[in-house]
């Protein structure tokens, strides 16, 4: 069974999870990583694996937006420095057009999931502590604040915050910043605050000491206690996590008891998930390791680049290197094996066969037929079979001069776009050949053998030929010469590209203008 459909078993007969309600969240204070998208991903497919399994089921995104800034990019730092501390909701955008800093970065993550398909309901953190919605657990946390102490010390080995130490923070009335306040005391309605100067070491607050209602926005409960608080605000009853985050003794344990012992809400369904990887290494956006989300969606379509999440179980890393790699080709392959083994399925009327692969395929699509229709009934959307012809060889059909026709002929258009973009960012060196206006040096130390040869492919020009059958053409003639399959189509590429490889020779001559490759054939002295 595939890993998705695995989870919503597990969910459904476990019985404890009604209603269904998936939730993820995101703080949007820069631009997202792609490593970011593993979440919302991985709960995209669970969320489609029990509706396909028949179950009702909500799907929210939260966008935690009354977080403060408590870091920047270098390119951010100078022109925002002054609002370290301050709510993201506030702080001005980065761009005009937006609501705020945080609406500018939002927007730009939720185009990216909504390309890939995800389909949840985007939430603000900001509107629902404006609206007066977490008042009552912000409530329960004050009038708790001992016992959270003692669940963050039993659970975490934390050492006992300060005497007086209350599990909130509020904006400061006078300098706007919530990143800088210490909350000392709780009378039942309001609470004393100090903006403190040398709170935290990356902003300084005002010095103010004041009083104020912690509701309807006033304040903001920490993180530890604002993941479990918002589970029983909206009814959440699945919801994942980062490893770092379900390691014992981390925000998960931390967030199960404080349900227990505070909330007196049941510990929502946990999906455990792991990193996605560069070169080894987890995704930060402040160290400048890997790519932003946005770029994802121009390097990859939609359907693959889900499909670079889906085919991973969430319980497994996700390796993806495509930088000066076959990475990217690679995937493509893989996605069409997938496509191969959902037709086949499909067609057949059930065959298990590879039925992982199909499930990964189906799950990869943005827009999808409903749950156990076959292959081209049109529900959310009518499945496309994808081409046939491998990503590499578009690659070097893309480099060829006078090739557009026949791309246009394959339906590659789509796919072609992407494969410029691998080849002018991505591409190892090997993989990129440029036609040489000038016949290259390293031509002219070709043997007798093979300076012939191309005087006799350029002979053969005037013929109508197919690609495959001048490939063996030009194979014969090399042999008829004596010289080895290497050798004869080295002569080609050293005499066109001023290297010993390249894409398959007889496409490279055909895709060229005649008279140009007569010349240069004939005038090898």
């Known amino acids: 069974m595939f890993w998705a459909d ?16 998936v939730d993820d969240m995101f703080t949007p204070s820069g631009f997202a990583h792609v490593g970011s998208l593993r979440g919302p991903l ?5 969320f489609k694996a029990l509706q396909d399994a028949g179950q009702k089921t909500k799907w929210t995104y939260i966008m935690n937006d009354f977080d403060p800034i408590d870091g920047l990019s270098p390119e951010l730092m100078e022109k925002f420095q002054e609002y370290l501390g301050v709510p993201l909701r506030v702080v001005p955008s980065p761009e005009n057009g937006f609501e705020s800093f945080a609406d500018y970065f939002a ?6 999931l909504k390309k890939l398909g995800v389909e949840a309901e985007f939430l603000s953190s900001w509107d629902m502590y404006h609206d007066g919605k977490f008042n009552d657990v912000i409530k329960l946390a004050l009038d708790n604040s001992e016992k959270i102490q003692d669940i963050y010390q039993k659970v975490s080995g934390s050492q006992k915050r300060e005497k007086g130490w209350l599990p909130l923070q509020v904006v400061c009335d006078k300098c706007g910043k919530l990143g800088t306040t210490r909350v000392h005391e709780w009378d039942g309605k309001t609470v004393a605050y100090i903006c403190e100067p040398e709170m935290v070491k990356w902003a300084k607050g005002c010095g103010n000491v004041a009083r104020i209602s912690p509701f309807n926005g006033n304040g903001k409960l920490p993180w530890k206690v604002d993941w479990p608080a918002h589970w029983k605000v909206l009814g959440i009853t699945i919801e994942g996590a980062g490893k770092d985050h379900s390691s014992a003794g981390g925000s998960r344990d931390i967030a ?12 929502p369904f946990n999906i455990p998930y792991e990193f996605f990887l560069i070169g080894g290494k987890k995704m930060a956006s402040s160290k400048g390791l890997g790519l932003k989300a946005r770029e994802l969606t121009d390097l990859l379509p939609p359907e693959i680049g889900r499909f670079l999440f889906v085919k991973t179980e969430y319980k497994r890393a996700v390796e993806f290197d495509p930088f000066g790699t076959l990475a990217i080709p690679v995937l493509f392959d893989e996605y069409q094996k997938a496509a191969e083994a959902y037709f086949s399925r499909s067609a057949s009327g059930g065959d298990k066969t590879n039925e992982d692969l199909a499930r990964s395929f189906e799950l990869s699509q943005v827009a999808r037929p409903p749950a156990n229709s076959l292959a081209g009934e049109v529900g959310r959307g009518k499945i496309q079979k994808p081409p046939k012809i491998r ?3 578009l690659a070097q059909w893309v480099q060829m001069p006078n090739m557009e026709e026949e791309i246009k002929k394959e339906g590659l258009e789509e796919w072609a776009k992407y494969a410029r973009v691998w080849v ?8 990129k050949f440029t036609i040489q206006k000038e016949l290259p040096e390293q031509a002219r130390n070709l043997s007798k053998e093979q300076k012939e040869l191309l005087k006799m492919i350029a002979n053969e020009l005037d ?8 490939q063996t053409r030009i194979y014969d003639l090399g042999k008829e010469l004596g010289l080895n399959g290497k050798e004869t189509f080295a002569a080609v590429y050293l005499s066109l590209l001023g290297k010993d490889h390249g894409p398959k020779a007889a496409w490279l001559i055909l895709s060229l203008d005649k008279e140009f490759i007569k010349n240069r054939f004939s005038g090898i002295a």
Do not use: R
């Open 6 to 21: 695995q989870v919503a078993s597990e969910i459904i007969k476990s019985k404890k999870y009604k209603p269904y309600w």
């Open 42 to 46: 991985v709960h995209d497919m669970v």
């Open 107 to 112: 927007k730009d993550f939720q185009e990216v």
């Open 256 to 267: 199960k008891v404080l349900c227990k012992e505070v909330f007196d809400y049941p510990n």
């Open 391 to 393: 990503f590499l060889a």
């Open 424 to 431: 002018e960012k991505f591409a190892p060196e090997k993989d």
């Open 463 to 470: 013929k109508k030929w197919e690609g495959e059958d001048f």
